[in-house]
């Protein structure tokens, strides 16, 4: 399961190493997929730096000690939050198919999805793993889309009546029309 961890909840992990939120973050690292974007990363260091400065080094050592994935959090457009400065961290979430948001932040934890389900740290630490993870259910898209890779799949299989040349020249005689040749 790929999980993602809010900024808030590393930095009350790292003000307070027995606190719910770091059983949480210990909990994902020893039976999940952590990803963390790098705004995550930037605003960590920025809070702990303005709140808790001398607590600089102990973040420092968290994340080398962490075991992760650090992707990009794209800053425009995308996902609906009330505060658009938790957009990127949901943008990044959903285009990393993130099971799970473990956040503190009211914004997020109104948040009505299915997928990545938001959880805060005591949430996250009671609700058993096969509650968390969506099922893994086929719906008639995916259905249509799997039907038709078969039929592609057995077509290499059969002759094709026009054979592959002429699908070829069909689509170079389509680009010389298209450029007005």
Request: charged share 30%; proline share 7%.
């Amino acid at each position: 399961m790929k999980v993602m961890i809010d900024s808030n909840v590393l930095v009350s992990a790292v003000y307070n190493p027995n606190s719910t939120p770091a059983r949480a973050v210990r909990d994902v690292c020893e039976n999940h997929e952590l990803l963390l974007c790098d705004y995550i990363v930037a605003e960590c260091y920025d809070v702990v730096g303005r709140k808790f400065p001398q607590h600089i080094p102990v973040l420092d050592k968290l994340l080398a000690s962490l075991g992760y994935s650090l992707v990009a959090a794209p800053r425009g457009g995308g996902a609906r939050i009330a505060d658009p400065k938790d957009a990127p961290i949901l943008n990044a979430a959903i285009l990393e198919s993130v099971d799970v948001i473990i956040s503190g932040d009211g914004h997020f934890l109104k948040l009505d999805m299915e997928r990545p389900k938001i959880l805060n740290p005591a949430r996250y630490l009671n609700t058993a793993d096969d509650a968390i993870e969506p099922p893994k259910k086929v719906d008639e898209a995916a259905n249509a889309l799997l039907k038709a890779r078969e039929v592609m799949d057995g077509a290499t299989e059969r002759p094709n009546p026009r054979g592959e040349d002429d699908a070829r020249k069909l689509v170079g005689e389509t680009r010389s029309e298209e450029d007005g040749e």
